[in-house]
């Protein structure tokens, strides 16, 4: 296992999360996705996907206090905005936990891009979709905007 030096914290010592902790393991068998329906009959649906800061440095405690324990998801706290919850009916939220852009999916049922786009295609049908993500985020919000219009079968 790695350690690293964290900055401002005594220089004490931290345990790294690495590919294969499991750690890791343990959240892909966590849903890592959350579906938010509002009140409004709006038939607006955000979805919001995680970059790869979702958890930064790599940390093992914090994934584990962040991730595990909080359940926690980006884009919560924008999404408390009274815009954004007065005009949406559905809010998804959308993490890899692995950071490594989507590619293994976001848990071992939604394994693979395809699968995750199929699971979205579900949630948000009869819905106009919003897609937003930044970095990692945004190059899956961008490929699941268009699968979701309908720009090519997965």
Not at 33 to 46: A, H, M, Q, R, S
Not at 47 to 67: A, T
Not at 113 to 128: F, M, N, P, Q
Request: with cysteine.
């Amino acid at each position: 296992m790695k350690i690293s030096k964290h900055p401002g914290r005594d220089e004490t010592e931290r345990p790294m999360l690495e590919d294969e902790d499991e750690l890791l393991w343990r959240a892909y068998e966590m849903e890592n996705i959350k579906v938010v329906d509002l009140e409004n009959e709006t038939g607006l649906c955000y979805i919001f996907f995680s970059d790869n800061g979702l958890y930064n440095p790599n940390y093992r405690d914090d994934f584990e206090e962040n991730i595990i324990k909080k359940n926690y998801f980006e884009w919560e706290n924008i999404c408390k905005s009274r815009k954004i919850r007065k005009i949406a009916q559905r809010i998804i939220y959308v993490r890899d936990i692995w950071k490594s852009w989507y590619v293994r999916g976001i848990n071992r049922k939604l394994d693979t891009v395809y699968k995750l786009i199929d699971a979205l295609k579900e949630l948000t049908d009869g819905y106009r979709v919003i897609t937003v993500g930044n970095s990692a985020g945004g190059y899956m919000a961008t490929l699941a905007g268009i699968k979701l219009r309908g720009g090519g079968n997965t």
